[in-house]
T-cell receptor, first 114, second 113 residues
């Protein structure tokens, strides 16, 4: 158990809809990262937050947004969903924003767009 | 362009055998290199993190090596077990203000009885 909690585990919705994915980091971790993993693809980094502030941005679409709240949990909002957004979305956390910190991953939210 | 390439793409071995997975990278400037294990449908789990000055690091039956001159790393698995069946992902961190993690596509390992 990594200590990172993601909800929901599964989400099924239709094109054009909007969903929110939630992540609770490990106790004491200040950094949260979001990743997308499509079928048989590598992990694609989306965005990182550190102590409530955006720290780094990856290949995140304009239709996607995220935030980290004062209690350090984070939400990833996906809007105007398209079929290609179907993927596993992982959240990871680390103690700080340092690049030598290991990231601890949750078990992901599987998003299916019908 | 910063890239991480892993080989082989997939590998099948018999239980009890050893195997070695390869990772070549072109990331510069280099900060550290990580190996993760990802079971199907689960999040990746960190195996090792190595900085520029470290040549080898072990975690149980997993041993990672790093040659920063040739920009190559390997992950050696000793006495494989069925539970080693997973994807093994090499990740390289760039140094500096960027500090991006560049993820490889992974090697899919199947350990058969």
């Amino acid at each position: 158990d990594s200590g990172v909690t993601q909800t929901p585990k599964h989400l099924i919705t239709a094109t054009g809809q909007r969903v929110t994915l939630r992540c609770s980091p490990r106790s004491g971790d200040l950094s949260v990262y979001w990743y997308q993993q499509s079928l048989d693809q590598g992990l694609q980094f989306l965005i990182q937050y550190y102590n409530g502030e955006e720290r780094a941005k990856g290949n995140i679409l304009e239709r996607f947004s995220a935030q980290q709240f004062p209690d350090l949990h984070s939400e990833l909002n996906l809007s105007s969903l398209e079929l290609g957004d179907s993927a596993l979305y992982f959240c990871a956390s680390s103690a700080s924003s340092g690049s030598n910190q290991p990231q601890h991953f949750g078990d992901g939210t599987r998003l299916s767009i019908l | 362009k910063n890239q991480v390439e892993q080989s082989p793409q997939s590998l099948i071995i018999l239980e009890g055998k050893n195997c070695t997975l390869q990772c070549n990278y072109t990331v510069s400037p280099f900060s550290n290199l990580r190996w993760y294990k990802q079971d199907t449908g689960r999040g990746p789990v960190s195996l090792t993190i190595m900085t520029f000055s470290e040549n080898t690091k072990s975690n149980g039956r997993y041993t990672a090596t790093l040659d920063a001159d040739t920009k190559q790393s390997s992950l050696h698995i000793t006495a494989s077990q069925l539970s080693d069946s997973a994807s093994y992902i090499c990740v390289v961190s760039a140094a500096g203000n960027n500090r991006k993690l560049i993820w490889g596509l992974g090697t899919s390992l199947a350990v058969n009885p």
